[in-house]
T-cell receptor, first 117, second 112 residues
Framework: GAVVSQHPSWVICKSGTSVKIECRSLDFQATTMFWYRQFPKQSLMLMATSNEGSKATYEQGVEKDKFLINHASLTLSTLTVTSAHPEDSSFYIC?????????????FGSGTRLTVV | SQQGEEDPQALSIQEGENATMNCSYKTSINNLQWYRQNSGRGLVHLILIRSNEREKHSGRLRVTLDTSKKSSSLLITASRAADTASYFCATVWMDSSYKLIFGSGTRLLVRP
């Protein structure tokens, strides 16, 4: 089945530094990739939608200069949290949609737990 | 949540009992999906129901959809301790983005 690899699975960084999270579709081409963040005991909040080769579309209230998304190929999207602060600590999850899947298949990465100290 | 609410927020049942979770959403949808998430992990797709379907079954799972009420329910029959997880409904918006928006989720605890 479809697999999405997300790295790193966890990261601790100092306040003010930047962190890059990678999301790769391993055995399919992802037309669209989505980035979510999730706080403890809460639901997934969509941050942005990225299509290969074009700029990401950010949800209302998400700072695009802070959360940089690059979708350079059909199998790779990256999320960079710039100048991270403790309030950015969260669980970040990516999802990829298979362009060949007419059944609206979405595959999720295993998530990245970011802790900013 | 961005899309809607689920109830109950938390549910604790005995192994063998049935668990029912409800989901309401706000916008017109293409389809509705249910996902499961074990604590601190990624999501696993459980079942998809299209907007023109009313009921769907998959193993011990039964999903209903009422588009007039903008609501769905997930029934897990004969629950097992291994079913303990958070369950989320998610809807695919009817535009070109295909974005998947999640409900607030139900935390299910199945006591052995």
């Amino acid at each position: 089945g479809a697999v999405v690899s997300q790295h790193p699975s966890w990261v601790i960084c100092k306040s003010g530094t930047s962190v890059k999270i990678e999301c790769r579709s391993l055995d399919f081409q992802a037309t669209t990739m989505f980035w979510y963040r999730q706080f403890p005991k809460q639901s997934l909040m969509l941050m942005a939608t990225s299509n290969e080769g074009s700029k990401a579309t950010y949800e209302q209230g998400v700072e695009k200069d802070k959360f940089l998304i690059n979708h350079a190929s059909l199998t790779l999207s990256t999320l960079t949290v710039t100048s991270a602060h403790p309030e950015d600590s969260s669980f970040y999850i990516c999802s990829a949609r298979d362009r060949e899947d007419a059944n609206y298949g979405y595959t999720f990465g295993s998530g990245t737990r970011l802790t900013v100290v | 949540s961005q899309q809607g609410e689920e109830d109950p927020q938390a549910l604790s049942i005995q192994e063998g009992e049935n668990a029912t979770m409800n989901c309401s959403y706000k916008t017109s949808i293409n389809n509705l999906q249910w996902y499961r998430q074990n604590s601190g992990r990624g999501l696993v797709h459980l079942i998809l129901i299209r907007s023109n379907e009313r009921e769907k079954h998959s193993g011990r799972l039964r999903v209903t959809l009422d588009t007039s009420k903008k609501s769905s329910s997930l029934l897990i029959t004969a629950s097992r301790a291994a079913d303990t997880a958070s369950y989320f409904c998610a809807t695919v918006w009817m535009d070109s983005s295909y974005k998947l928006i999640f409900g607030s989720g139900t935390r299910l605890l199945v006591r052995p």
